[in-house]
Every structure is written in C-alpha cells, then in structure tokens.
C-alpha cells in the first residue's frame, strides 16, 4: 500500500515533539518534505538524523515545486495559517492547520472557501475534544440519562512556562488556548450559545503582555448557560488538567469531571449547607487513539477515503464564533450575540 505523503510546515516545538514523530511512526505515512523560514529550525534534527537537507525548504511554494505530496500539516504561527493554507489549497493539497484557525472570522472564512473551491479538505487540529473523559461527557450528555443540561461549569488553571509567539497575543488564554475548552463545550452539548458576557484581567506576575485571566459566560437560546474560569497563569496548586475539570448540571442529575476521570451523580433532595450526594466514578469509553494521535489519524483517512473531518473549516467557524465574540466582550465589558 502506498504510504501517504506529507508537506510539514513550520517546524517549532509542536512540529519537533508531536506531528514530526507522530508521522515517522506511522507506517501508513511519509514526510516528503519540511518547512520553516529559519534553517537553524533543522538543524538539530538534521544532525540526529531524522531529516535530510534535501527535505528541508523555506516556504512551501519551494517544497510543493520539488516534491509530491498527498496533505500539508500547518503548524505555523496563527497570523501565517492563511497565507499557508491558501497556497496549499491552490496546489490542490488537503489540509491539516494547528488552531486557532486564524486571527479573525473573515480570514477563517476566506480559507474555508478556499479549500471548497479548491476541492479540497481543510481540518483544523482540535485535538481536545479527543480524550476517552470528553468522549464519557458527551455521550452521557447526548444519551439524556440526567435529562437536559441547565448550568456548566468549566474550570482551567494552568501555567504557561516556554517562551513563544503567545507572550504578546493580546488574547492568549481566548483566542489560543480556550479555542480548545469552546471547542470542547460546543463537542459535549452539541449546542451553539447566542450570546456572551466576559471579564478578563492579569496578576501582577503574568508573563503575557495579554489578558490571560477570564471568566466567560454564554447563553442559550434556551434556558442554558455555560461558566467559563480560565487563568494560564494559576499559580502552583490543584491546577487542573488542559482538558479542564466541569461539572454538569442536568434536570435529574449531575454530571462532574476532576483529572480527566468522569463522575455522575443522581439529583437528590439536600438542605442547605449540606455537601450532596456520593459521586460514583463513570466507566470511560475506549479509543484507540486520542488528542493529536486522533487526528492524524483521521487525517489519513480524509485523504485515503474521502472522509469528511469531524473538526472541519466549516465546523470550526462555529467554535471561532465563540472565541471571538468573548474577546469582544471583554474588550467592550458589554453583552455580545453570536451569530
């Protein structure tokens, strides 16, 4: 069987300790050739042996002139997805980009249309919806077995440590770090929220020039509404997962996610001041591969079989939807509506 070939472009952290290996071990796959303006950003890998000099270029226009290839996996900086996956469109490759997709709606939006007019597919890696606890969540969400959700919390305290193009985002925690947490809320409901309000702030030790503190809370055109807690700046100390500790409150019951391990209880009758009822821990569902595995996964299976991607350009436009118009109330302190 032929093995499917692949342009990576941009070769930063993420590219050298997951897509990189993540394509060299699986035998389904080939990376034909690597991108990256900087060719210091080989070198390493060049000395060890796990590129030659012959697949290494400077911009993909070069790379798709000497080689042929299947897919390209973008995992530029955000302000360069566009222009990247334009030109991997117009050579009729299918797409694989790191999200955020890009750094407005309209730009999100051209390159959709560019990849339909193209005829090709354009993914965008939310891997985090690809967790056997995020799968548990929304089955037992979609299943009804608490009946409908009415209130949601979700949690993230995380610190941010390595130097990178996030330090002077004037958004970093919205636009690329809680892209995934909205992703995954979107994933569990399997609702599209109207409207938001949000507050975001800094402590005085932040190492981001932008706001990377938040609380977020969108509504429904039904009576449902989602809390957002975030800080990628949390100092150290029962910080949670990336994927985010939730609790899910449903008419009969409740559904509770601590360190990736899902938990439910029934709805009770407590007084208050009481701590409720026992948590009883959730069978998780079983996955063959999870987060980034997930998606090259069916990446492959996108261009071997036709396949349309579950997080597809289209799909994502909903999640940027929410990203976007968080960052506008934040920056506005004023209500917006998603459209």
Not at 138 to 160: D, E, H, P, W
Request: charged letters at 20%; proline letters at 4%.
């Amino acid at each position: 069987m032929e093995r499917v070939k692949l342009i990576l472009a941009g070769f930063g952290a993420m590219s050298k300790l997951a897509w990189c290996p993540l394509i060299q071990q699986t035998p389904a796959a080939e990376m034909v050739a690597c991108v990256d303006p900087d060719p210091e950003a080989f070198s390493e890998a060049i000395e060890k042996g796990y590129l030659t000099p012959e697949m290494c270029f400077s911009s993909l226009c070069e790379a798709i002139a000497v080689v042929k290839a299947d897919g390209v996996i973008v995992v530029t900086p955000p302000n360069q997805h566009e222009a990247v996956c334009l030109e991997a469109a117009k050579a009729g490759l299918h797409i694989l980009c790191e999200k955020p997709l890009a750094p407005s709606l309209e730009a999100a939006k051209r390159m959709v249309q560019a990849a339909e007019d193209a005829g090709v597919q354009l993914m965008i890696a939310q891997n985090r919806r690809h967790t056997a606890f995020i799968h548990t969540m929304r089955n037992l969400v979609q299943s009804n077995r608490f009946g409908k959700a009415g209130q949601v919390y979700v949690t993230f305290r995380q610190i941010f440590t390595r130097d990178s193009f996030r330090d002077t985002m004037e958004h970093p925690l919205l636009i690329d770090m809680a892209n995934h947490h909205f992703d995954t809320i979107r994933y569990v409901l399997g609702e599209e929220p109207a409207g938001v309000a949000a507050v975001g702030w800094n402590p005085d030790w932040s190492r981001f020039r932008g706001i990377a503190s938040a609380v977020v809370v969108f509504d429904y055109k039904r009576n449902l509404r989602v809390v957002y807690d975030g800080s990628w700046h949390a100092m150290n100390g029962e910080m949670t997962s990336n994927g985010c500790d939730w609790r899910i409150e449903c008419e009969d019951g409740v559904i509770v996610c601590r360190g990736e391990r899902v938990y439910t209880a029934p709805r009770g009758e407590y007084a208050s001041g009481s701590c409720g009822g026992v948590l009883t821990e959730e069978k998780q569902v079983d996955m063959r591969y999870e987060t980034t595995a997930y998606l090259f996964w069916e990446f492959l299976q996108v261009i071997t079989e036709g396949r349309i991607p579950e997080t597809s350009g289209e799909d994502n436009i909903h999640t940027l939807n929410m990203v976007f118009a968080a960052v506008q109330a934040v920056d506005t302190g004023k209500h917006v509506q998603i459209k």
